[in-house]
């Protein structure tokens, strides 16, 4: 692609609350651009971006899927490789890892429900990695629909600044179009041609006057970002042009200040043309985002790269998955430089050189070859061996580090064995795989009774995890009852002298410390060590300290209490004494690692568990017992909404160990007429009592449920 054309590229994704419409939308897009020939629905499980059996089984989304199409708008060919992002808070590392790599997104909504908690967390996650949003309002022709509503709790949910670009005609059973407040003309679709066929027209009468105080309001927002614009706004506004108007919404999208807003029903397929139409005008190319910034790792300084094919090579492997026929594929977004098939490439994380043997643009899980990827593209490479989620690929001579993406660790865990013994070496090749692709999923051996524990984000992501086995490798597996994954933490500071002295005739070991133990300060907001060197005149020589550092990192992944790992902890080195022939650095780690078991069993140890963040909407009649049930989980109630139906959303942090089957439970207290969606929020101590409990379970665990 040469680089003139780089503006004209779009590298989207698409992301909601669960059941808002993307794959829906994402389909209607593939149709419209001609892509596809035919519409995939999700009912059916004929959708093309959910290619996996368990996606099209359950209607959901599991793994997000790219593909690249083109669309043409204002006499250009734009190129638009999107991504499809699942809802389900269990796959949150794939909206995640798509978000750090794409430019533009897509907010959709559902026009019933609003903003939902899923949208919330993907919102917050866009903000994150300062992805520059659209908004569109799925499902206008469903009953309860309400364009302007979503708008508001955008406002008061998001804390956004929606900016409506269009506005519907009719809602409901009767939504047949929208009004383009940029054009000041009426769309409308024909259901006749699926949709691919529509006509601009004048605004109906009715909708005049509503369709200029929108289109009044519109320009007010645009104006802020462009001063002649609001020159014009004050003088004579008629004279704003289109151009102009389209410039101001796009500076103000493209600095976070404003999102677009436009409506459509995807499935009734209306008001796809229009958002490809403003996904081309609005979101940014490679060329509109800054300079991609990373750290070179040998002079440790922070270096910048152009999106330009003539700079060197920097790219980002944001996914890797598995395909039965071609093997390891690496999906990559190109930051600057290209990658073409059959050259090396260095990896930073491993310092190793590797041959890029096969180059592929995605359609799903079909693979198009092509011989490059240039800068500000996404595809996908084969022949990577050593590989990892958010590894840095680049050219060996002009290395640099580019920020990774970070996933929240796993909630829940399984023991799982296989039902035969013969398939344990492809159950370890099944997890190992599964564990590759997904960063949020992981896999240890239980020390005390050697049980394979697998852990994840929720019981559906272990439930896919267990499906992929049987489906994928041919294993059949028995799983016990669910483990939540507690961590541990420490309450107080304590001071300890640490020695550790061994002498077995020869040479000895002999390592001599005093430590300040305790949580780490409120203002160190990085989890992990906060490792303070506070020793004076060579007590302890300078090559031995790192030791001790490292002592207690390794420490730290294991607790005292349950063998559970521990997020922080502050240690200051304050003074030691060390022996000129025995003394060496593996001594120095075990008195660290001796010290953090002596230290933390004073500290006032806890036991932390994870609590989740839950929402309930269920009719008022049931509002009672869903809120007993809650509080005999343990759950504390934060507040009460009412929506525009009438339900009420009951909104709870709950503790995880008391959320297993609660959505059947649910189902039993409110006779099916509630709904409720969940996400991890914190850790938090759990009371003594309790704890004595779960540490009893523990050591009483050894075999399968």
Request: proline share 4%.
């Amino acid at each position: 692609m040469a680089q003139a054309d780089l503006h004209l590229t779009r590298n989207i994704g698409i992301m909601a609350h669960i059941d808002a419409g993307k794959t829906t939308t994402s389909e209607r897009i593939l149709y419209y651009t001609g892509k596809t020939y035919k519409i995939g629905e999700v009912h059916d499980g004929a959708a093309t971006m959910d290619w996996m059996e368990e996606e099209q089984e359950r209607g959901i989304t599991i793994t997000s899927a790219a593909t690249t199409t083109f669309w043409n708008w204002n006499d250009k060919q734009f190129k638009i490789n999107l991504i499809d992002t699942p809802g389900h808070v269990d796959f949150t590392a794939e909206v995640e890892r798509s978000l750090r790599v794409l430019d533009g997104a897509v907010a959709t909504y559902c026009a019933v429900g609003g903003v939902q908690p899923q949208s919330e967390t993907v919102w917050r996650q866009a903000d994150k990695y300062n992805v520059p949003r659209l908004g569109y309002v799925n499902k206008m022709d469903r009953s309860g629909a309400d364009y302007y509503e979503v708008l508001n709790q955008m406002k008061n949910v998001l804390r956004a600044n929606p900016c409506a670009i269009n506005i519907p005609i009719g809602a409901e059973e009767s939504f047949k179009g929208v009004v383009d407040l940029i054009k000041m003309k009426a769309i409308l679709w024909h259901d006749e041609t699926m949709g691919a066929e529509y006509e601009v027209d004048d605004i109906p009468a009715d909708l005049k006057d509503e369709a200029e105080e929108w289109h009044n309001k519109m320009l007010e927002q645009a104006a802020e970002f462009d001063d002649k614009l609001m020159e014009k706004f004050f003088d004579d506004p008629s004279k704003i042009t289109e151009e102009e108007m389209i410039r101001a919404i796009r500076k103000g999208t493209l600095e976070m200040k404003l999102t677009p807003m436009c409506c459509g029903s995807s499935f009734k397929n209306k008001g796809v043309q229009t958002l490809l139409d403003y996904v081309c005008a609005f979101l940014p190319s490679p060329l509109d985002t800054p300079n991609v910034i990373g750290e070179n790792p040998d002079t440790n300084e922070e270096e910048d790269r152009r999106p330009d094919e003539n700079e060197h090579t920097s790219a980002l492997a944001f996914k890797i998955a598995t395909d039965p026929y071609v093997g390891r594929l690496t999906y990559v977004r190109v930051y600057s430089g290209k990658l073409t098939a059959g050259s090396y490439i260095f990896n930073v994380r491993s310092g190793k050189k590797e041959r890029v043997s096969r180059m592929f643009q995605m359609h799903s899980n079909q693979q198009l070859p092509v011989d490059m990827i240039a800068a500000g593209d996404i595809g996908a490479v084969v022949g990577i061996k050593d590989i990892r989620t958010g590894d840095t690929l680049c050219d060996e001579n002009a290395p640099i580090i580019l920020e990774s993406m970070t996933f929240p660790d796993p909630v829940i865990g399984i023991a799982i064995e296989p039902k035969t013994q013969k398939d344990m070496d492809r159950l370890s090749l099944g997890l190992s795989k599964l564990a590759e692709e997904d960063p949020t999923f992981t896999v240890k051996t239980d020390e005390q009774s050697g049980q394979t524990i697998i852990s994840g984000m929720g019981e559906l992501h272990l439930d896919i995890i267990l499906e992929r086995l049987r489906r994928e490798f041919k294993v059949e597996c028995n799983q016990g009852k669910p483990q939540v994954n507690y961590k541990e933490a420490i309450t107080k500071t304590v001071n300890l002298r640490e020695v550790y002295k061994k002498q077995t005739g020869g040479r000895g070991k002999f390592a001599d410390i005093i430590v300040n133990v305790g949580p780490v300060d409120e203002d160190f907001k990085e989890a992990g060590l906060q490792f303070v060197n506070s020793v004076s005149g060579g007590n302890i020589p300078k090559e031995f300290i790192p030791s001790v550092q490292k002592g207690f990192d390794n420490a730290m992944k294991s607790g005292i209490l349950g063998g559970y790992p521990m997020d922080s902890l502050k240690v200051e080195l304050v003074d030691g004494s060390f022996h000129p022939v025995d003394s060496d650095q593996l001594s120095f780690e075990l008195a660290a690692l001796n010290a953090y078991k002596n230290a933390c069993a004073k500290a006032g140890p806890v036991l932390l568990e994870p609590i989740m963040k839950l929402e309930v909407v269920t009719p008022e009649d049931n509002m009672g017992d869903v809120i007993g049930d809650l509080n005999k989980r343990r759950g504390q109630v934060e507040g009460m909404d009412t929506t525009r139906s009438g339900a009420r959303v009951v909104k709870a942090f709950v503790p995880l160990a008391e959320m297993f089957g609660y959505v059947t439970a649910l189902r039993t207290i409110t006779s099916g007429r509630a709904t409720s969606s969940m996400e991890y929020d914190h850790h938090a101590p759990m009371s003594s009592n309790l704890a004595k409990g779960v540490l009893e379970e523990i050591k009483g665990r050894t075999d399968l449920v």
